[in-house]
């Protein structure tokens, strides 16, 4: 399958949701604090994640029962729908409330909701622009050279830019674990890969569950480790 320009402006644009793993680790650090001048309780970016997961959650709603937003909706978004987001949810609200629910079952460990929400959300878009422009061995609806792309730019990320962030590791005495790295990365790259199916008809949306999990795979192994 061609990678179509919408389907590049559609991963493009999700880059933006770097901005919530960000929030949720840097702005309520006591190291933040120091350098701005004043702090930002953790309560904040938690309550800016559900403000917006929320207002998604209604905004669907919305285009799906009233012509008027659902005509709004489609002349700012419709381009870069795909075909099943037509009469779905769209990727973007569960990406949300992922963030949401990592910010809560992480709140002890910030780290952990930066690392997975960051290699999920890259390491996604890196499957999806590979998969399609190159793609050639399928499994399923995706590729084994969209997944292989995922599983190396999670460890290029843990290895090649995480130590080089402030804080990030300052849990793991400054340095990479291995195995955490390795766990993690396999986690994105498989869940991604495979349908989360609980019964043939009810399968839990990737976008919200992967990053949940691999985090739960990660603080379980934190806990065994330090």
Not at 7 to 27: C, V
Not at 97 to 120: E, K, Q, Y
Not at 185 to 205: C, D, G, R
Request: aromatic share 12%.
């Amino acid at each position: 399958m061609a990678l179509r320009k919408e389907e590049i402006t559609r991963k493009l644009l999700h880059l933006f949701a770097l901005l919530m793993p960000a929030g949720i680790f840097y702005l309520p650090h006591p190291k933040f604090e120091e350098l701005a001048g004043f702090g930002i309780p953790y309560a904040v970016p938690v309550g800016i994640l559900a403000f917006l997961f929320f207002g998604s959650v209604i905004v669907e709603q919305l285009r799906f029962k009233v012509p008027a937003v659902q005509k709004i909706f489609y002349k700012c978004f419709g381009h870069m729908l795909r075909q099943e987001e037509k009469a779905k949810v769209t990727g973007s609200t569960f990406v949300i409330g992922a963030a949401l629910i990592c910010s809560i079952v992480f709140v002890n460990r910030p780290h952990i909701s930066f690392m997975v929400l960051t290699l999920f959300i890259l390491g996604d878009a890196i499957a999806a622009i590979v998969g399609l422009s190159v793609g050639r061995i399928k499994i399923g609806k995706k590729s084994l050279e969209g997944s292989a792309a995922c599983f190396a730019l999670c460890m290029i990320l843990f290895y090649a830019a995480f130590p080089f962030m402030p804080w990030i590791l300052d849990t793991w005495n400054g340095k990479v674990n291995l195995l955490i790295a390795v766990a993690a990365s396999l986690s994105i790259t498989i869940f991604e890969l495979i349908p989360l199916k609980i019964t043939p008809k009810l399968v839990i949306n990737d976008n919200l569950a992967v990053p949940v999990i691999t985090g739960g795979i990660m603080l379980l192994i934190e806990w065994a480790q330090f």
